[in-house]
């Protein structure tokens, strides 16, 4: 059977031209879907900072980090999808892209400042999350920070489906749901500190179909420095 992921893999691989135009058709006037975060996660960090963005689609928020932002940042985006990668590429001269898997992310160990995850975890499979959080726990430095967005799973949720996907029914689609206590559970384990919580109403409401009712949040933190000795 068929990883979960790879289905939403296979899936964004083949809708890359329905997802650009529907972000050029929601103007956000320069902006990106998670400003806040984005901006957040900004004013924590030095300049210089190496930040690692997972899952960057057409590598909007690196576009964002290295050409709107008042600081020098070093920003690497990684994706699973060649075609998604290429457009990257074009659209973000300044960062730099890597076609890389999550579940197998390829760096040294403490090598970025901060980590963004906007939408990613949604479509990793069940069984692969916590080993996804813990190579990102890997590859990030002492007191460098996690930005997650995920959908909510409440009472009543099906935790995990696939259906076909909104951008163009044509392909299946698969979607993971998360409860914060889930992240919050994850991180006090790992002696993070959780520095914010952002509740998000569903961006498309008019694309998501079944998703027009959902919640995204979004929860910001950061690692602890190791104690010596």
Do not use: H, W
């Not at 002492?142 to 259906?163: R, S, V, Y």
Request: glycine share 4%; net charge negative; proline share 3%.
């Amino acid at each position: 059977m068929k990883n979960k992921t790879d289905i939403a893999i296979e899936a964004y691989d083949n809708v890359v031209d329905e997802y650009i135009e529907y972000f050029k058709s929601k103007d956000l006037k320069g902006n990106v879907q998670f400003q806040k975060e984005i901006d957040y996660v900004v004013s924590k960090l030095q300049d210089k900072a190496s930040i690692l963005d997972m899952g960057t689609a057409i590598g909007d928020y690196p576009k964002f980090l290295t050409e709107k932002c008042n600081k020098d940042f070093y920003v690497v985006g990684i994706d699973s999808s060649p075609n998604m990668l290429e457009k990257a590429k074009t659209n973000t001269p300044k960062a730099n892209f890597e076609l890389m898997d999550i579940r197998k992310l390829g760096f040294k160990e403490k090598s970025f400042d901060a980590i963004i995850c906007f939408a990613i975890l949604t479509y990793v499979d069940d069984g692969d999350c916590l080993i996804v959080l813990d190579k990102v726990d890997k590859i990030l430095k002492d007191g460098g920070m996690i930005a997650i967005n995920a959908l909510e799973f409440k009472d009543g949720d099906q935790k995990e489906m696939i259906i076909p996907e909104p951008f163009n029914p044509k392909y299946n689609n698969y979607y993971n749901r998360y409860t914060k206590q889930f992240f919050i559970n994850y991180f006090n384990k790992k002696n993070y500190e959780i520095l914010n919580f952002y509740d998000n109403p569903i961006f498309s409401s008019e694309k998501a179909g079944i998703f027009s009712t959902e919640n995204q949040f979004s929860i910001i933190v950061r690692k602890q420095f190791a104690s010596k000795g």
